[in-house]
């Protein structure tokens, strides 16, 4: 079973505390279609770690695929996080989520080893099996064999981490003991939360993961989920994405959003009080207002510092 995650500092940042966390997701600027403005995606960053927020996430998109709707926040997950790691403090950093499938992962491996050394540790990983169809043929990727490879990837990652001239074989090559992947992380393993269910049963995500990242749901599906993946993993962390869009009438009730909703603070403090109650550890915000530092203020000090 994992452990070494557990001493990962962004994790404990995330997660070991009684009661919910938040994260807020990049781009923070919302510009998900093109290349957003550096300087001000870093100054909401800062913004966010300044009011309370716990994670800052950057989403990992390889291709622009129009039909899908975004591209993430456009810049490799690596290079960026390590450039936010650079003008922050100790928030912890995450990926939601790094395409293992897409991905080799003695890259991967080495890639986020070096973002975890740069950040003194703060670095957690959602790791997912992919969902844009046309990216499967423009790496060379059999679609079909996405839970096969996502499973050798997690592996892979491990034993690289975790041992010196490791010998690992699987569809991506193969090592035979001579060569090693540096540099190693702050500590045994880095924490990876599947996302989704990615090609895998919830008793391997259990098992073989640090916690479970999953999209937004419906708050019966939700309550159903948290019990069953309580009997499954015990106290794993869940966390789930949220779109949140704050009306300028504190007392608006809830009008759905795509993955999330437009609400005043008072519905979303008693949403997000329900979803605790449930046992939801973190949720990673997306803020959907135009003026995103007083929507982040606004969101801290109503719904953050009210739980």
């Known amino acids: 079973m994992p452990d070494g995650g557990h001493a990962n500092a962004g ?7 009684d009661g919910l966390t938040f994260g807020a997701g990049f781009p923070l600027t919302g510009a998900n279609r093109f290349t957003p403005n550096v300087g001000d995606e870093l100054r909401l960053a800062r913004h966010a770690e300044s009011v309370g927020f716990d994670g800052l996430w950057a989403r990992d998109v390889p291709t622009y695929w129009p039909k899908f709707g975004d591209a993430g926040q456009t810049f490799d997950t690596w290079p960026w996080l390590s450039h936010v790691a650079a003008h922050t403090d100790d928030i912890a950093l995450g990926t ?8 080799h992962p ?3 491996a080495k890639s986020a080893a070096t973002v975890d050394r740069l950040s003194d540790g703060r670095l957690v990983l959602g790791v997912a099996s992919g969902d844009r169809d046309p990216e499967y043929p423009a790496f060379d990727v059999d679609q079909g064999e996405r839970g096969d490879l996502f499973r050798e990837s997690v592996e892979a990652l491990r034993t690289v981490w975790r041992e010196d001239f490791p010998e690992l074989e699987g569809r991506w090559g193969s090592l035979e003991g001579d060569l090693d992947v540096v540099p190693k992380p702050t500590t045994e393993t880095l924490p990876l939360l599947p996302t989704g269910h990615a090609r895998q049963s919830r ?11 999953f999209y937004h749901l419906p708050e019966s599906t939700l309550e159903s989920y948290l019990a069953d993946w309580r009997e499954a993993a015990g106290e794993k962390p869940f966390s789930i994405a949220v779109r949140v869009e704050l009306a300028d009438d504190p007392t608006a009730g ?33 803020i959907q207002n135009d003026d995103r530092e007083a929507a982040l203020s606004t969101f801290a000090d109503e719904i953050i510092d009210q739980l």
């Open 96 to 103: 939601s989520s790094v395409v293992l499938t897409l991905r």
């Open 203 to 213: 008793e391997w995500i259990a098992e073989h993961g640090d916690g479970w990242l």
């Open 11 to 17: 994790y404990r940042r995330l997660f070991d505390r």
């Open 254 to 286: 809830p009008e759905p959003l795509h993955l999330g909703f437009h609400a005043g603070v008072e519905w979303f403090r008693e949403y997000f009080a329900r979803l605790e109650d449930y046992g939801l550890d973190h949720a990673i915000v997306g």
């Open 106 to 108: 003695l890259h991967v």
